[in-house]
């Protein structure tokens, strides 16, 4: 909540450049600051409060300090009771929360007098458990100022049974999840309907998340529920909540199918920041092929953590996966158990997988000021309140510019100055960032790249909005014009039966030339909602068993399994190292067993590319760019065993998995014999050279895209036989495809030059994990040629122009004919 004056800054607290110094004079340190970035504190500015805002809830703000509004609150708020759907794109701790709880609440109070009994409903969704309950512990406490008229609830899969039906029955502003919502409230709206014909509301926080497929998916859920609201008489104000993002009121009109104001203007206050950019050291110890090694970013994160616990400076350090939290809170602890044996206990890490108690309790005791350090995955990101840390440690580049600031801003909340530290990754653009820092602090973030009509997440909603309530012709309206070409697909497939309307069974004349001409059932005994995961994990997830105990210790998405909980890799829960002994695919249970072997594990893959269709080709010389459909085939064939501290390999385990099929969408791009012989790239080096070419470009399309480096992948092939040219692929790793390989073909000349430049600019001889080596490749970064990838790269930009086309409108008959919706 918006606060009108800074409190005191933490006791002890130095502020962020005595921070920084103190932790750059360890031993080894002075040379690893490549940047600082200071920000300058920022005065607020206030605007009068909006007419229409319930006084009790004027009341119970000031209550809780807040005397004037922001700019940007008093103007979103302003929106949303004239019944304008508006998103709030502003900085970390600019108050959003409350510039969309002034009108809510105001409407629940104004609605709970009315006399149809129920009153107004609002809708919170978050793309967290945690968020969610944050968040109602926020409004349960104005709630205690509002009573009766505000009954907030919680309602997720953490919910006990008992409580549901109260919730559905007498909470009037119910906080769940996209997921809740595509599984039970819309498909068992009816038990919903006197909530849905009151909903006036719907909140969507920290839309920014929704990108990419899972950003597709909640697309069409939210269309779903648009299109059930109106079959009870509501049309609810939508009121989204964004970091600052590129065009937020364009990627919130393609979330939500509305038409949708922005409010981007900041008018909060802001403590000073310093940031920092940070790199390892280089080791003593060589990797593949005697390429040099540089000390992992989660080992440096978990120095620098335990440094500042040590210091009582209140921390977390965001890491890119729920091992490398694991990992960063072990060290750490282990670090400062020689220093005090109180302080490991003040340290935890927190990620998803954890079972609901454990991240209550975590949750807990970093709002009580138990915890001084946390380490963390992105869950942490998110607007939960976390007020009071000092620094923040970014183990390794979160992928965005927008979750770049969204993590450095989780310190500083309460208004003191704040430190964050991006500690790079051995990785082509983590070291890039680091050596161009006008990369991060001189650009504007990224738009939310987003597909709603991606036919392998249009099909499955269509079935489950089918059998919420029968479709017709005229939903195409809510669910834009790929849905009439797909209907047609469903019901050749026996998934939606077609009946015609009659002229007798028609509405009505007189009330409009578009009235429905056919109807679509579904008609299968099993639930439409289970025909996807909305947040594409592919699957039932996988669950960890302690082998011996049968004891739960959590869950895996079915997506990762192949590559998290193989036989023999590392599993890592709450500070405790397990080894998997097996891994059921069948049941999706993996059996682990405690152990503490002195390396992690990482598993490795092998991919071919077939083209199916190619969308749109643009000559570059005599290369080609192209974008367009693709069938991927992906099997994990190995992994790799690596020391926790140095990153060196110790050796590699063949594995015996199932190969799996992708179809989804793709930008590649060929050059001709000709080319290659006038660039003086001889046949023996075109592998290698295309190869690393490969490596680098997946590695630097995070910065065009908003997407990680793992929602991508690549192929090179020396001779492809679709295109009978040398071509190296980039691909979408969903269903359908993501709108990141559509972004890379978009900005292809910026992209590749800032991969060019990558390789050419990294300090090593012959290729490393900083600009070549990927930790990801199956056939064990071989062959990579340095060089010949610098001139194949130049060879190919110097013909390079804008590419000038817009990729050929997908037709939507391909995927769904020859793959099974929902797969």
């Not at 100022?145 to 309602?155: E, F, H, M, S, T």
């Not at 249009?458 to 309530?469: D, F, R, S, T, V």
């Not at 509405?507 to 909602?529: F, I, L, M, N, Q």
């Amino acid at each position: 909540m918006a606060h009108d004056s800074f409190p005191q800054a933490t006791r002890g607290y130095a502020g962020p450049g005595a921070v920084l110094r103190r932790l750059a004079a360890g031993p080894g340190r002075d040379q690893r600051i490549t940047h600082m970035e200071h920000l300058p504190p920022r005065v607020a500015r206030h605007a009068p409060w909006p007419g229409g805002i319930h006084p009790a809830v004027v009341a119970a703000v000031r209550t809780r300090g807040v005397e004037r509004l922001w700019e940007h609150q008093a103007r979103a708020a302003a929106a949303a009771l004239e019944g304008r759907s508006v998103v709030v794109a502003t900085g970390t701790a600019s108050g959003k929360s409350l510039a969309y709880l002034l009108p809510v609440l105001s409407c629940l109070l104004d609605g709970a007098q009315a006399p149809n009994g129920r009153g107004a409903t609002a809708l919170y969704l978050a793309p967290t458990k945690a968020l969610a309950a944050d968040q109602r512990r926020s409004v349960a406490d104005l709630a205690e100022d509002l009573k009766p008229g505000v009954r907030p609830a919680v309602y997720d899969g953490d919910t006990p049974v008992e409580e549901r039906e109260w919730v559905r029955q007498h909470a009037n502003y119910v906080l769940t999840n996209p997921d809740m919502l595509h599984r039970t409230v819309l498909p068992g709206h009816a038990r919903w309907s006197s909530f849905l014909r009151a909903l006036r509301y719907v909140v969507v926080d920290e839309c920014h998340v929704y990108r990419g497929v899972f950003g597709s998916h909640v697309a069409q859920v939210l269309r779903r529920l648009r299109r059930v609201c109106a079959r009870y008489g509501a049309d609810p104000v939508f009121l989204l909540a964004s970091a600052t993002s590129a065009e937020p009121g364009v990627s919130a009109s393609r979330l939500t199918g509305l038409e949708v104001m922005e409010v981007t203007e900041d008018g909060s206050p802001r403590g000073e920041v310093v940031f920092a950019l940070w790199e390892p050291p280089l080791t003593e110890l060589s990797g593949e092929h005697g390429a040099p090694v540089r000390r992992t970013a989660a080992a440096e994160s978990a120095e620098l953590l335990a440094d500042l616990v040590r210091s009582r400076v209140r921390s977390v350090a965001f890491a890119r996966s729920r091992r490398a939290a694991e990992v960063i809170a072990m060290v750490a602890q282990e670090r400062l158990a020689d220093v005090d044996p109180a302080l490991p206990g003040r340290i935890a890490a927190y990620r998803g997988g954890y079972l609901p108690e454990e991240r209550r309790a975590l949750e807990r005791a970093l709002h009580s000021g138990r915890l001084l350090g946390l380490a963390s995955t992105s869950a942490l990101e998110l607007g939960v309140d976390v007020s009071g840390l000092d620094a923040v440690l970014l183990a390794g580049y979160p992928g965005t510019r927008a979750s770049l600031w969204q993590q450095a801003g989780r310190a500083g909340r309460a208004g003191q100055g704040a430190l964050a530290v991006l500690v790079a990754r051995d990785d082509p653009l983590d070291t890039y960032l680091v050596h161009h820092p006008e990369a991060l602090f001189q650009q504007p973030v990224e738009s939310t790249v987003l597909d709603p009509d991606n036919p392998y997440v249009l099909a499955p909603h269509l079935c489950a909005a089918a059998a919420e309530i029968p479709l017709t012709d005229g939903d195409t309206q809510i669910f834009g014009p790929s849905a009439a070409e797909l209907l047609p697909q469903l019901e050749r497939r026996g998934l939606l039966r077609r009946r015609d309307l009659t002229v007798q069974a028609r509405p009505p004349a007189g009330e409009g030339d578009d009235e429905p001409s056919a109807v679509w059932y579904w008609t299968r005994r099993e639930r439409a909602a289970d025909l996807t995961d909305i947040r594409g994990a592919g699957g039932r997830p996988v669950q960890v068993v302690e082998e011996g105990t049968g004891r739960l210790l959590g869950t895996v998405d079915a997506s990762a399994a192949h590559t998290a909980v193989h036989e023999g890799a590392v599993h890592l829960h709450r500070g405790r190292t397990y080894l998997v002994s097996t891994l059921d695919l069948a049941d999706s249970v993996a059996l682990v067993k405690e152990a503490d072997p002195p390396y992690t594990t990482m598993a490795r893959d092998t991919t071919s590319v077939s083209v199916l269709d190619t969308e749109t080709e643009v000559p570059w010389g005599q290369a080609r760019l192209c974008f367009g459909s693709v069938e991927v085939t992906n099997q994990v064939v190995s992994f790799l065993r690596r020391r926790v501290i140095t990153g060196e390999v110790l050796g590699e385990t063949r594995l015996d998995l199932p190969p799996r099929t992708l179809r989804t969408r793709a930008v590649w791009w060929t050059v001709t014999p000709g080319q290659l012989e006038e660039g003086g790239i001889h046949p023996e080096e075109l592998p290698g050279a295309a190869h690393a070419a490969e490596h680098a470009s997946i590695g630097m399309l995070p910065l065009f895209a908003t997407c990680d480096r793992w929602d991508i992948g690549g192929v090179s092939v020396p001779l492809h036989p679709d295109t009978g040219l040398p071509t190296v692929f980039v691909y979408d790793g969903h269903p359908g495809g993501a709108g990141f390989a559509e972004r890379a073909f978009g900005t292809a000349q910026a992209w590749l030059t800032a991969t060019r430049e990558a390789i050419a600019s990294c300090e090593c001889d012959f290729g490393c994990p900083s600009c070549i080596q990927s930790p990801k490749c199956g056939n064990g970064n071989e062959p990579l040629d340095k060089q010949g990838a610098v001139r194949l790269l130049d060879l190919l930009l110097s013909c390079a122009g804008d590419p000038g086309a817009v990729p050929a409108q997908r037709a939507g008959t391909g995927p769904v004919e020859t793959q099974d919706v929902g797969a």
